[in-house]
């Protein structure tokens, strides 16, 4: 399995920004940093250990997807995705500072490991995430830039040559507050991929995808529980079709229980179940 790959599977499970590389990509501004902190903290309340999600199909098979476990800070510190049931097909074991800043991911994929280090501007902005093989040879780098309506992402590979860059963009005078649309250019400068935000007050309420031809391809619409949360993410084609809905619920703790995915009629397709272990002799 690609690291590619990788990044697509494990971005289904986690409700966090898109995974750009092998890695998840850290907090850009401070509100993403706030985010982090906040469902680190629910995490922590809940006293959760681990968290494994299944796939329930229509016929009800039953399919371990990603298992997590987590630090008694609530930070994820070993995540597993698995190609089958009980077949691990990645990795990912992230490190913190004392003050629950990752410093270090080490991702694991069949024969292939890669470690990315991140470095971080003040007040735990990252600044750079560099990719190591495991003797410690330079795969490539995303150093990033600031302003206060546009951050910069540029990723170079192991010859310093240009591989990507991505363009982050910000309402003039938020200083980086609501992420507004993201371009992914390729090294010589052309569109791969553009994406464009519409909010309501502080939460996002449709996310419209380009193409390269910088054709809508698709749109994803959000609404939220009243604490904020996701309620549903409904993906609409470019026809104005439903290619599916997804329906998140939720414990009395805040934790997801669950998200079932219902085809353009309503009818139940799949359902990814969350369980959870929690330190022993603490709350439930």
């Known amino acids: 399995m690609t690291f590619a790959r990788y990044a697509t599977m494990l971005s289904l499970f986690l409700i966090t920004p898109s995974v750009l590389s092998a890695h998840e990509e850290p907090p850009k501004t401070i509100k993403e940093r706030l985010?982090?902190?906040r469902h680190r903290k629910q995490v922590m309340a809940a006293h959760i250990k681990t968290e494994t999600v299944w796939r329930i199909s229509e016929t009800r098979t039953r399919t371990r997807q990603l298992r997590t476990l987590y630090d008694r800070n609530g930070n994820p510190v070993e995540q597993t995705a698995f190609a089958a049931d009980t077949v691990p097909a990645v990795r990912v074991y992230s490190h913190y500072t004392l003050e629950n800043i990752p410093y270090e991911q080490v991702v694991i994929?069949?024969?292939?490991?890669?470690?990315?280090?991140?470095?971080?501007?003040?007040?735990?902005?990252?600044?750079?995430?560099?990719?190591?093989?495991?003797?410690?040879?330079?795969?490539?780098?995303l150093t990033y830039t600031y302003t206060d309506t546009l951050?910069?992402?540029?990723?170079?590979?192991?010859?310093?040559?240009?591989?990507?860059?991505i363009l982050y963009s910000y309402p003039e005078g938020t200083a980086q507050g609501e992420l507004g649309g993201v371009r992914?250019?390729?090294?010589?400068?052309?569109?791969?991929?553009?994406?464009?935000?519409?909010?309501?007050?502080?939460?996002?309420?449709?996310?419209?995808?380009?193409?390269?031809?910088d054709s809508l391809d698709f749109t994803f619409l959000y609404t939220y529980t009243p604490a904020g949360e996701f309620r549903t993410l409904t993906k609409q084609l470019a026809d104005g079709t439903v290619?599916?809905?997804?329906?998140?619920?939720?414990?009395?703790?805040?934790?997801?229980?669950?998200?079932?995915?219902?085809?353009?009629?309503?009818?139940?397709?799949?359902?990814?179940?969350?369980e959870y272990e929690r330190y022993a002799g603490e709350a439930k």
Do not use: C
């Open 184 to 213: 992914q250019l390729d090294a010589n400068g052309r569109l791969v991929q553009r994406v464009a935000n519409v909010y309501s007050g502080t939460l996002r309420t449709e996310k419209q995808v380009f193409n390269a031809q």
């Open 151 to 165: 951050i910069t992402a540029k990723k170079v590979d192991s010859l310093d040559a240009p591989a990507y860059s």
């Open 109 to 141: 994929a069949g024969a292939d490991t890669e470690k990315t280090a991140f470095t971080y501007l003040a007040p735990r902005i990252v600044a750079t995430a560099t990719d190591f093989t495991p003797s410690g040879y330079v795969r490539g780098r």
């Open 35 to 37: 985010e982090r902190d």
């Open 243 to 274: 290619a599916y809905q997804r329906r998140y619920h939720y414990a009395k703790d805040g934790m997801l229980e669950s998200v079932t995915e219902h085809d353009a009629a309503g009818v139940l397709k799949a359902t990814l179940r969350y």
